[in-house]
């Protein structure tokens, strides 16, 4: 139900843009949110959007680099990821559920997800 797609091999201070689709229905208050995996560590929070209003969420890591953003009509979240640095590389994915949560546990639909890997 969820894909996500665009990511890429990029040096630092490059730009790149995810996006996710979400093939099931979108209720009511529905969360969509990016997380984050690199090699050997657990999966980080990197932003959240609320399908509702609009109101948005980011880790402290990605604050004022990325920007995550919805088009209703596509049922389509984007995550505008600038200034990339090397801490950046990992494996980005996308979920949806009903949870404003920056946990992972509280999501259960999982997107496969899109490998970013940022050169120094």
């Known amino acids: 139900q969820l894909q996500a797609s665009g990511g890429g091999l990029v040096q630092a201070g490059s730009s790149l843009r995810l996006s996710c689709t979400l093939s099931?229905?979108?209720?009511?208050?529905?969360?969509s949110a990016w997380f984050r995996q690199a090699p050997g560590k657990e999966r980080e929070f990197v932003s959240l959007?609320?399908?509702?209003?609009?109101?948005?969420y980011y880790g402290d890591s990605v604050k004022g680099r990325f920007t995550i953003s919805k088009n209703n009509a596509k049922k389509m979240v984007a995550l505008q990821m600038n200034s990339l640095k090397p801490e950046d590389t990992a494996v980005y994915f996308c979920?949806?559920?009903?949870?404003?949560?920056?946990?992972?546990?509280?999501?259960?639909?999982w997107g496969q997800g899109t490998q970013v890997t940022v050169s120094s």
């Open positions: 959007i609320r399908w509702s209003s609009g109101s948005t």
């Open positions: 099931g229905p979108i209720f009511t208050n529905y969360i």
């Open positions: 979920t949806a559920g009903p949870a404003f949560s920056n946990i992972a546990k509280d999501y259960t639909d």
